[in-house]
C-alpha cells in the first residue's frame, strides 16, 4: 500500500513542477517595458546570476568533499542522498530567482495599467519559487524512500538513510542565508549610509553605484535565500516525522508515509489557493495574499481530514491525529498575526519606534531593540501551547504531525516572500527609469505590503524551524537508542551542563559572526561609492553614469569570503562536542541551540523590521516626514536593523537545522566512538 502513496505523491509533485513550468512560460510573455526598464533589469540579472554562480562553485567545493567523508566514512548511500538534497536546494533557489528577476520588470510594465495586473505578475513570480520548492523537496524524500525500497534495502534502515537528503538541503540553506544574507545587507547598508545619509539623494536613485547590487540583493537574500531555507525545513521536517513514525509505529505501519500523503494533499490546495489572490474594490493588497493563504490552509485541513479518516485504522483514533494537524495550522495563522502585529506601520511597536526617533538615533535604537526584546514573549507561549496541546493529542508523533501542518502551505509562504524582491525590484525600475508617478504609486503600494509580506515569512520560518528541530531531538534520542546507548539528559550530569552552555552560546557567537561580515563588505561598499561620487564627474548631475558593475563585483566576493567562517562553526562544533565530550553533551547542545537560537531569531528578525517600517511610517510624512531629523534617526535605526532580520536573524534557522540533522547524522557513531 505504501508504494501506491510514493507514487501518488509522486505524480503531485511532478504536477507542481508542471504547474510551475507554464506559470513560468506566462510571464515570460508578458510585456518588458521600455529600453531604459530593460538596461535596468539586465544589470540586475546579471549581478544576481553573477553571485548565484560563484556560490554554487564555491559551496560545491564543501559538498564534494563532505560527500567523499560520508560516503567513506558511514554510507554511500547516504552520501547519495546527501549530494542529491544538496542539489535540488539549489535548483529551487535558483529556478525561483531565474523567474524573480524576469518578473521584476514585467510587474513595472503592468503598474502602468492597474495595481490588480501588477499583482498578479509579481504573485505568478514567486509563486513559481513557492511551488518549485515544496515540490523538488517531495519528489527528494518520496522518491529516495521509494528507491531504496526498490534496492532492497531494509525497511529500518530507509528512514535514517533520508537524512543524507536533509542534510545536503541544510547546508545549501545554511551557505544561502548566509551569502545572500551578507550580499543584501552589505549592498543596502553601503547604499544608504551614502546615498541618503551622506549625499541625500533618495533610494533607487540611479546616481547611487551601489543600487544595482542592492537590487540584487534583495533576490539573492530574500528570494533564493528563503527557498532554500524552508525546502530545507519542509524536507526535514517530513524526515523527521518519517523516522518517529518508524521507531513508534512500525517500518511497515501506514503512519510512516502518513506524512508525505498530508505534504502531497497540502501541495495541492497551495496551488488552487494562488487563483484566489485578487484585489477587489478596496484595493486592499495585503487581503488579497491572506485570501489565498487561507484558502490554501483551509483546502489542506480538509483533505487531511478525509485522509486522516480513510486512511489511519480502526482503534487508533483517527481524529486525535488530525486534531494534531489542526494545532500546526492555529501555529501557523497566530504566528503570523503576531509577527504583523510587531512589524506593520498600523500597529503600536513601529509607531513608537519612529515615535523615539524624534528625539534622535540613540532613543531609536533603545526603543527598537525593546521591541525586538518583547516580540520574544507571544512566538514561544504559541510554540510552547502548540507543544504540550499536540503532545496531549498525540503524543511525539503529535509534535510531529503539528510540525508537517505547519509547514502544508510553505509553498504559498515562500510565494508571498519572494513577492517582496519582486516588488522591491519593480519599484527600483520604476524610480530609476523615470516612470509616471501614476505607476511609481502603484509599485511603492505593492512594495510596502512586500516588507510585511518578507517580515512575517521569517517569523513564520522561525516558528517552523524550532518545531522541526525539536521533533529532531527527539529522532536524535531515538538513534542513540537504536545504537545501543541509553542516553540519560539529567541536569545533574555535568556533560549534558556543559553542552547546554555551549548550545546556548552558539547562536551568540553566529550572529556576532554575521553581523561582523556585513559590517566589513559595508565599509568596502562605502568606500567605493564614496570614490566613485568624487572620482567620476557629473554622477551627482545625472551626466555620467555609475560604474554599478564594480559594486556587485566588491560585494560579491564579500559575501562568498565572509560566508565561510559561520558555516564552518555550524558545521564542525555538534561533531567536536559528540566526539570529544559524548551523545549527552550534544543532546544538551542540541536543546541549548533550539531555545536560545529561537529567542535570538525572532528579536533579531521582529526587531529589525520594526526598524526599517518605523523608517517607512515616518517617511509617509509622520513625525516630520522625509528630510526630517526623526527621518535621519530611523535611518540610522533601520541601518542597524538591516543585518537584524536579514542577515542574523533568518541565518539562525539554518544554523539550528544544520546542527540537528549532522547530530542525527552522527548519532550512530558517537554512541559506540567517544572520548569520554
Not at 55 to 80: D, E, H, M, R, S
Not at 283 to 301: D, E, F, P, R, T
Request: include cysteine; hydrophobic fraction near 50%; proline fraction near 3%.
Amino acid at each position: 500500500m505504501s508504494l501506491y502513496y510514493l507514487y501518488s505523491a509522486l505524480g503531485v509533485a511532478l504536477l507542481t513542477l508542471i504547474f510551475a513550468a507554464i506559470t513560468t512560460t506566462y510571464i515570460l510573455k508578458l510585456p518588458t517595458g521600455n529600453s531604459k526598464m530593460l538596461e535596468i533589469a539586465k544589470s540586475i540579472q546579471e549581478g544576481a546570476m553573477a553571485y548565484m554562480n560563484r556560490q554554487f562553485k564555491t559551496v560545491a567545493i564543501f559538498a564534494v568533499i563532505i560527500f567523499g567523508i560520508i560516503g567513506w566514512g558511514i554510507n554511500w548511500y547516504l552520501g547519495i542522498a546527501f549530494i542529491v538534497g544538496a542539489l535540488f536546494s539549489a535548483i529551487a533557489g535558483y529556478v525561483g530567482m531565474n523567474v524573480s528577476i524576469r518578473a521584476n520588470i514585467r510587474t513595472a510594465q503592468a503598474a502602468k495599467d492597474s495595481l490588480n495586473a501588477a499583482l498578479n505578475v509579481a504573485f505568478r513570480g514567486g509563486s513559481v519559487t513557492g511551488l518549485s520548492v515544496v515540490g523538488l523537496a517531495l519528489i527528494g524524500v518520496a522518491g529516495f524512500y521509494l528507491v531504496f525500497q526498490q534496492l532492497g534495502v531494509e525497511a529500518i534502515k530507509i528512514p535514517h538513510l533520508l537524512i543524507g537528503f536533509g542534510f545536503g538541503a541544510s547546508l545549501i540553506s545554511l551557505f544561502a542565508r548566509l551569502g545572500g544574507g551578507i550580499y543584501t545587507k552589505a549592498a543596502d547598508v553601503g547604499a544608504d549610509l551614502v546615498g541618503k545619509v551622506e549625499a541625500g539623494i533618495p533610494e533607487d536613485d540611479p546616481r547611487n553605484p551601489a543600487v544595482i547590487a542592492d537590487n540584487v540583493g534583495d533576490n539573492v537574500g530574500d528570494c533564493a535565500g528563503m527557498g532554500a531555507d524552508l525546502f530545507e525545513t519542509y524536507a526535514v521536517t517530513l524526515i523527521a516525522a518519517i523516522i518517529l513514525a518508524a521507531v513508534e509505529k512500525g517500518t511497515s505501519s501506514i503512519f510512516v508515509v502518513y506524512p508525505i500523503i498530508l505534504g502531497s494533499i497540502a501541495v495541492l490546495a497551495s496551488m488552487i489557493g494562488t487563483f484566489f489572490v485578487k484585489v477587489g474594490k478596496s484595493q486592499n493588497i495585503m487581503g488579497a495574499l491572506y485570501k489565498g493563504m487561507m484558502v490554501s490552509q483551509a483546502l489542506a485541513l480538509i483533505g487531511f481530514y478525509f485522509a486522516t479518516i480513510y486512511l489511519i485504522p480502526k482503534g487508533e483514533g483517527a481524529l486525535k491525529y488530525f486534531l494534531a494537524t489542526v494545532v500546526g495550522a492555529v501555529i501557523t495563522v497566530l504566528m503570523i498575526v503576531i509577527t504583523e502585529y510587531y512589524t506593520s506601520t498600523s500597529y503600536r511597536p513601529v509607531r513608537e519606534v519612529a515615535k523615539a526617533s524624534g528625539t534622535g538615533a540613540g532613543t531609536n535604537l533603545i526603543m527598537g531593540l525593546s521591541m525586538g526584546l518583547e516580540s520574544t514573549f507571544l512566538p514561544v507561549l504559541v510554540i510552547v501551547g502548540g507543544i504540550i496541546a499536540s503532545y496531549q493529542i498525540g503524543g511525539l508523533y503529535g509534535i510531529a504531525l503539528a510540525a508537517v501542518s505547519m509547514l502544508s502551505t510553505t509553498g504559498m509562504v515562500i510565494t508571498m516572500d519572494s513577492y517582496g524582491p519582486i516588488t522591491d525590484n519593480a519599484g527600483g525600475i520604476a524610480e530609476m527609469a523615470g516612470l509616471p508617478e501614476k505607476t511609481r504609486k502603484v509599485t511603492d503600494a505593492l512594495d510596502a505590503v512586500g516588507n510585511t509580506t518578507k517580515a512575517v515569512t521569517k517569523g513564520y520560518a522561525i516558528g517552523s524551524a524550532a518545531l522541526a528541530a525539536l521533533v529532531l531531538f527527539q529522532d536524535y534520542n531515538g538513534a542513540l537508542v537504536g545504537a545501543g546507548r541509553l542516553p540519560a539528559f539529567d541536569l545533574t550530569d555535568y556533560r549534558v551542563i556543559v553542552g547546554l552552555f555551549i548550545g546556548g552560546l552558539l547562536p551568540n557567537i553566529f550572529s556576532s559572526l554575521c553581523m561582523r561580515s556585513v559590517g566589513t563588505a559595508a565599509h568596502s561598499v562605502v568606500t567605493e561609492v564614496r570614490h566613485q561620487f568624487k572620482a567620476i564627474k557629473g554622477i551627482m548631475e545625472g551626466k555620467a553614469k555609475p560604474d554599478y558593475a564594480r559594486c556587485v563585483d566588491i560585494v560579491t566576493k564579500a559575501a562568498l569570503h565572509e560566508m565561510v567562517l559561520p558555516a564552518l562553526i555550524a558545521v564542525v562544533s555538534p561533531i567536536l562536542v559528540g566526539f570529544i565530550l559524548g551523545p549527552e553533551a550534544l543532546g544538551g547542545l542540541l536543546v541549548g541551540v533550539i531555545v536560545v537560537g529561537l529567542l535570538v531569531a525572532i528579536q533579531m528578525a521582529n526587531g529589525g523590521a520594526t526598524w526599517d517600517n518605523a523608517k517607512k511610517y515616518i517617511e509617509k510624512g509622520n513625525f516630520g516626514g522625509k528630510g526630517s531629523d526623526a527621518h535621519k534617526a530611523a535611518v540610522v535605526g533601520d541601518t542597524v536593523g538591516d543585518p537584524y532580520k536579514d542577515t542574523a536573524g533568518p541565518a539562525l534557522n539554518a544554523l539550528i537545522k544544520v546542527i540537528n540533522t549532522i547530530a542525527l547524522l552522527i548519532a550512530p557513531l558517537i554512541a559506540v566512538h567517544t572520548l569520554f
